[in-house]
């Protein structure tokens, strides 16, 4: 997401690179690079003329510091409007009584059933509560089935009453959640193609009888433009709390978010990064300004990594880099844990100069780490903690057992060695980078 914006943004300031000020001669075409970047990521027209109208007035009407480099002023105030544009501050669920009730809305498509069970497991992982989902989606076929899917996925409790009236369904499930000690009651409504009266006087009758603390739009944030009409439209007719932008680790180009908080003042509270149940992340503008302009996003690496790896298991496996001690088996159990992280592009893709080193455009197969991982099953567990004793007839055996090649086998150990000593080399400081 945003790699297009981001690239263009990055060009943009390279006209200012070498400048020994600031000066409204060089900075014309770095905005008008900037004006062309947003209109093409689907970035409302209004909120790019007064965003470039204000990244101009600050930069021509500020000083340069001799600590500072004329570009380095500049993406320090497109960043600070970049941020400003996002919202400023994440903005939390609040949290007033329990069970705290929280209504999901939007249109068919956008994602609000997936979004349920993520924000359910969120909740649960992070936060250490306990969530019920409610299906009140009793119009799309299978909507149901699919909600008491993902709550056995999860193994979160789901309330249904099957196709009943759902304002009826929500009237028991309070009742349910109350006397079983639910934390959130997290409401699955039912959707439209597009924004009527009948769906809006549905929300409404739920709205009258649960009185949810939070009232979200799920939107997909592939509809450009489209996303704000929707975004007022159920915001006019349901005072909406916040909105989550699904699908964000598509071909998206973002715009949607950089227009929505201007022009709805409706704040984003999350966004869908991936597919996984584990796919969605609080959204925070200052780190959202950051990836934009490709200066990565390292605590939100850390956050989803946290949620995969505790504290001790990570100061062991460093304890065992040290050591020299690391084994296939420790191997393939972070493999295990990378997988649980989602697509590994997308996680790349936040490191800080991802996009200089041309990483944002980075493919990774999921065949290849399944076929790295086949290979590895395929050894026995004293193969895979001592693989120097994997000689022909062994590795003839694994690469059988596996359905790859000697060839393919002998490359993994070989560049399992290689990591080996490098994390060694890492650990004790003594690291040379080869070239």
Not at 220 to 247: P, R, W, Y
């Amino acid at each position: 997401m945003f790699e297009y914006m981001g690239d263009r943004l990055s060009e943009a300031i390279k006209n200012i690179k070498g400048m020994g000020k600031i000066t409204e001669q060089n900075i014309t075409d770095a905005m008008r690079e900037i004006r062309m970047a947003l209109l093409e990521a689907d970035v409302n027209y209004q909120v790019v003329k007064e965003f470039t109208n204000k990244v101009k007035e600050k930069a021509l009407g500020e000083e340069v510091a001799k600590s500072l480099k004329p570009e380095e002023l500049f993406i320090k105030i497109v960043k600070d409007e970049l941020v400003s544009l996002l919202g400023e501050d994440s903005v939390p669920l609040e949290v007033t009584k329990k069970p705290t009730i929280l209504m999901l809305a939007g249109l068919q498509g956008s994602g609000k059933t997936t979004t349920s069970g993520k924000l359910a497991n969120m909740l649960r992982k992070k936060h250490n509560k306990k969530p019920l989902l409610v299906a009140c989606d009793v119009y799309r076929p299978a909507a149901i089935d699919q909600l008491k899917d993902i709550g056995k996925q999860l193994n979160i409790e789901v309330y249904t009453e099957g196709k009943k009236d759902p304002v009826e369904i929500v009237q028991n499930a309070l009742v349910y959640a109350k006397d079983n000690g639910f934390d959130y009651i997290i409401i699955d409504t039912a959707g439209r193609l597009h924004v009527d009266e009948a769906l809006m006087a549905e929300l409404k009758n739920i709205c009258e009888v649960a009185h949810p603390e939070e009232i979200i739009l799920v939107i997909d944030a592939m509809m450009g433009q489209d996303a704000i009409n929707v975004i007022t439209g159920f915001n006019e007719a349901l005072s909406l709390t916040g909105c989550i932008l699904t699908k964000l680790d598509g071909d998206t180009k973002g715009g949607v978010a950089l227009s929505v908080r201007h022009l709805t003042n409706v704040p984003i509270k999350f966004i869908g990064d991936s597919e996984k149940m584990d796919g969605l992340s609080e959204f925070v503008p200052v780190r959202m300004a950051e990836r934009i302009l490709g200066m990565g996003d390292i605590l939100s690496i850390a956050e989803k990594v946290e949620g995969v790896i505790s504290e001790d298991e990570a100061k062991m496996q460093a304890k065992k880099m040290r050591q020299g001690k690391y084994d296939l088996e420790d191997f393939l159990a972070n493999l295990k844990q990378i997988k649980k992280l989602g697509p590994l592009e997308n996680i790349i893709k936040m490191l800080p100069g991802a996009r200089k080193m041309g990483l944002n455009n980075i493919n990774i197969d999921p065949k290849d780490m399944a076929h790295v991982e086949a290979i590895v099953l395929s050894m026995t567990k004293e193969e895979r903690r001592h693989p120097e004793i994997l000689k022909a007839t062994r590795k003839q055996r694994i690469a059988k057992g596996s359905g790859r090649s000697v060839e393919e086998v002998n490359r993994l150990l070989k560049q399992f060695d290689q990591m080996k000593q490098m994390m060694k080399q890492m650990s004790s400081g003594n690291f040379k980078m080869p070239f």
